[in-house]
């Protein structure tokens, strides 16, 4: 079996971001569809059918022999939406870290280009097989024609973050007053829109990094060009080649 050729290191790394992309979106599909699935049970949002159903029995309403009535539309919602609001938190906390380290990987992909290092793979560190992310911020984009979108972007994720840990330094609290309370509320707001916030730093990462890898790939192209040329020289090629 004829063996894969070994991918230039700037194939490789973008494949690995492309990877961490691919991994962050998937859980934004099903975080969405997650969302959209809950609120389909949602008591303000259906019509609950009146009709009950009698029920006798040792256990009803925890009384040995009583009967009662119960209305199984409404205890089936009851129980989809205890379902699938335990299904959404997981997912939602899957999407903040996938995006999170989506955008930080990213992140880290351009900075250690800009050092002129040649890294195969995106690099991270787990703490308990749970991925750390790296620092977001990507300077020396000045010139770039994103550099600005980019910094929005930051700025962005910067303040989702800052309310995030606000809100939980209020939420530490013994005694909230009203003011503290508005302040949390608001605060859990904004610190909610830290996934998405996330996902968008990383598509604009993205392509800050193949701004990056511009020149390394023009120089991977001149050494394929040289050893092309270096082959088809008379004195490199064999004579049966000649009259192929």
């Known amino acids: 079996m004829r063996e894969k050729p070994?991918?230039?290191?700037?194939?490789?790394?973008?494949?690995?971001?492309?990877?961490?992309?691919?991994?962050?979106?998937?859980?934004?599909?099903?975080?969405?569809?997650?969302?959209?699935?809950?609120?389909?049970?949602?008591?303000?949002?259906?019509?609950?059918?009146?009709?009950?159903?009698?029920?006798?029995?040792?256990?009803?309403?925890?009384?040995?022999?009583?009967?009662?009535?119960?209305?199984?539309?409404?205890?089936?919602?009851?129980?989809?939406?205890?379902?699938?609001?335990?299904?959404?938190?997981?997912?939602?906390?899957?999407?903040d870290q996938a995006a999170l380290i989506y955008a930080s990987g990213t992140a880290w992909a351009v900075r250690a280009v800009q050092r002129g290092e040649q890294p195969a793979y995106v690099s991270l560190v787990a703490d308990r097989d749970v991925l750390v992310p790296p620092p977001l911020e990507i300077p020396g984009l000045d010139t770039w024609s994103d550099g600005p979108a980019l910094d929005a972007a930051y700025n962005a994720l910067v303040r989702?973050?800052?309310?995030?840990?606000?809100?939980?330094?209020?939420?530490?609290?013994?005694?909230?007053?009203?003011?503290?309370?508005?302040?949390?509320?608001?605060?859990?707001?904004?610190?909610?829109?830290?996934?998405?916030?996330?996902?968008?730093?990383?598509?604009?990462?993205?392509?800050?990094?193949?701004?990056?890898l511009l020149e390394p790939r023009r120089a991977r192209e001149r050494e394929i060009a040289l050893a092309r040329a270096e082959a088809q020289r008379p004195e490199n090629t064999a004579p049966g080649d000649a009259q192929a």
């Open 6 to 95: 070994a991918q230039h290191w700037t194939e490789s790394l973008f494949d690995s971001v492309y990877a961490l992309y691919e991994t962050a979106r998937e859980y934004q599909a099903a975080y969405q569809s997650a969302r959209l699935t809950r609120d389909g049970v949602d008591f303000d949002r259906r019509k609950i059918h009146e009709g009950r159903i009698e029920v006798a029995g040792p256990d009803v309403w925890g009384t040995p022999g009583r009967t009662g009535r119960r209305d199984p539309h409404a205890n089936a919602l009851a129980v989809l939406d205890r379902l699938y609001g335990s299904l959404l938190s997981e997912i939602e906390e899957r999407y």
């Open 160 to 212: 989702c973050t800052e309310a995030a840990e606000y809100g939980e330094e209020l939420g530490d609290q013994d005694d909230i007053s009203d003011h503290a309370a508005d302040e949390l509320t608001r605060a859990h707001a904004v610190a909610s829109g830290m996934a998405d916030a996330s996902f968008a730093y990383g598509l604009l990462a993205q392509r800050a990094l193949n701004f990056v």
